[in-house]
């Protein structure tokens, strides 16, 4: 992951913005420790820090077109530019082997309306020279971060992490995905327009060999790296189908790798669920696997680092964000560059343990666009967040366009969980990859229960977090929460002491909106919550809180978490099912 910033119009060439811009990119430089890059032309600064997974010697940023009037600042991965090179863009010269040169190139041969040719993650900004005019753009589901903010100068900024906007910008907010921003027609406008979008229920049959034909390839282009790699490797069935795939195909080519085994890596409390069923994963596959500890306290003593990397107080993203911070720093001192990662197939297929309560195919449907459209708040933001900031890049198949396209066609009645047929969630994917012949997983391994990754490394870890805070916060203080945050209101304990952390690195009122809230329980939105009324007396964002459905449910002591403002917790649930 690099980390890419941007100001635009700020009426200042001095050499005193110069250096600050410098200073702000440094902000940035965990995320590109490989080079630092600006390109400075008139009152338009475009800098970049590099992690080189792609071409590592001659891809420096920013990157140009043949000529160099066109400059561009990409945090990605293009993953089909050797076919663009060899399409679009065969009458063009290259200055490198970077698969982000692309862009420079695609936007002269066809200006604004190039984006939706791009098969990749990313996040750029480009700055045409020749009218002085530039465009910021996100990919499709906002794997790859990106912020925008705006000076009181009249300047435009965009940034990786809202860390190099946060003194400078009157402003800003969270680009949202699938978006273009253009100074020539203005203002914000959405390039990616998928038919899942509008949330209308499709119809197509299910057909396995189309899935998992769709996420093999999904996989196998995402193994584009000059650098060593490897796979995040939980256990649960998204990760271990990434490892299985993955493996498959670097046995029969000669794509680059770390050594003569595939690399995987798996985090926990001592004892875990994940740690148990990632080394079963790891033993079938044959991989070189890399089994991580760390304990409570371990956790706890990084929280404050991993709020100020992964910039949100979200309870549930920083509950999983931890350990995925604390495994990074690991993976990343054995010289490893690249994760392949499981995000992204509970939102398409309705994995979380939640929708076992979903009324009907349509609901069902309707809550799966929803989460895929959050994405970016959420899992996407603490993968790419946690590893970046120790130099990191996560990439994540199930996020690729073709497949969710494939995926979210499908009539969700397929989808539905449904114990008389013999279909627990996730089913389709699953059933898509049991091959008696030859099989990708131990069938108990490609039929386990979800576990959402903060409850996987140790159910300890959550129940340990619950308890620092309850240590770090009175029961005052939480009776007081509406009048110290009056938005967005913490309504536990572990909420509190989040917030006040994040509210310490991040005071202004702009950084504390790009954080969603509002009632959940074992990750679901809050529309969801009106699925089962007993939900409302058990918000939660862990699995366990899907009571009767987890095989480890929180029991009777667990349901109300402490909380002195009586009805408070059900008044919210109320609220938002309309009912008061």
Known sequence: MCGILAVLGCADNSQAKRSRIIELSRRLRHRGPDWSGLHCFEDCYVAHERLAIVDPISGDQPLYNGDKTIVVSVNGEIYNHKALRETFLKSHQFHTGSDCEVIAHLYEEQGEEFVDKLDGMFAFVLLDTRDKSYIAVRDAIGVNPLYIGWGIDGSVWFASEMKALIDDCEQFMCFPPGHIYSSKQGGLRRWYNPPWFSELVPSTPYDPLLVRETFEKAVIKRLMTDVPFGVLLSGGLDSSL??????????????????????????????????????????????????????????????????????????????????MFLMSRKVKSLGVKMVLSGEGSDEIFGGYLYFHKAPN????????????????????????????????????????????????????????????????????????????????????????????????????????????????????????????????????????????????????????????????????????????????????????????????????????????????????????????
């Open 242 to 323: 990434v490892a299985s795939v993955a493996l498959r195909h670097l046995e029969k080519s000669e794509a680059a790798q770390w050594g003569s085994k595939l690399h995987t890596f798996c985090i926990g409390l001592k004892g875990s669920p994940d740690l148990k069923a990632g080394k079963e994963v790891a033993d079938y596959l044959g991989t070189r696997h890399h089994e991580l500890h760390f304990t409570v306290q371990d956790g706890i003593d990084a929280i404050e680092e991993v709020i100020y990397h992964v910039e949100t107080y979200d309870v549930t993203t920083i509950r999983a964000s931890t350990p």
């Open 361 to 580: 195919k349509k609901e069902f449907h309707e809550e799966t666009c929803r989460k895929i459209k959050a994405l970016h708040q959420y899992d996407c933001l603490r993968a790419n967040k946690s590893t970046s900031a120790w130099g990191v890049e996560a990439r994540v198949p199930f996020l690729d366009k073709e497949f969710i396209n494939v995926a979210m066609s499908i009539d969700p009645e397929w989808k539905m969980i449904r114990p008389d047929l013999g279909r627990i969630e996730k089913w389709v994917l699953r059933n898509a990859f049991d091959d008696e012949k030859n099989p990708y997983l131990p069938k108990h391994i490609l039929y386990r229960q979800k576990e959402q990754f903060s409850d996987g490394v140790g159910y300890s870890w959550i129940d340990g977090l619950k308890d620092h805070a309850n240590k770090q916060v009175s029961d005052t203080m939480l009776m007081n929460a509406s009048y110290v945050f009056p938005d967005n209101t913490p309504m536990t304990k572990e909420a509190y002491y989040y917030r006040t952390i994040f509210e310490k690195f991040f005071p202004k009122s702009a950084a504390r909106a790009t954080v969603p809230g509002g009632p959940s329980v074992a990750c679901s939105t809050a529309k969801a919550v009106e699925w089962d009324a007993a939900w409302s007396q058990n918000l939660d964002p862990s699995g366990r809180a899907a009571l009767g459905v987890h095989v480890a449910a929180y029991g009777e002591e667990d349901k109300a978490e402490e909380d002195p403002r009586p009805g408070k917790v059900q008044k919210l649930a109320e609220k938002t099912a309309g009912i008061v």
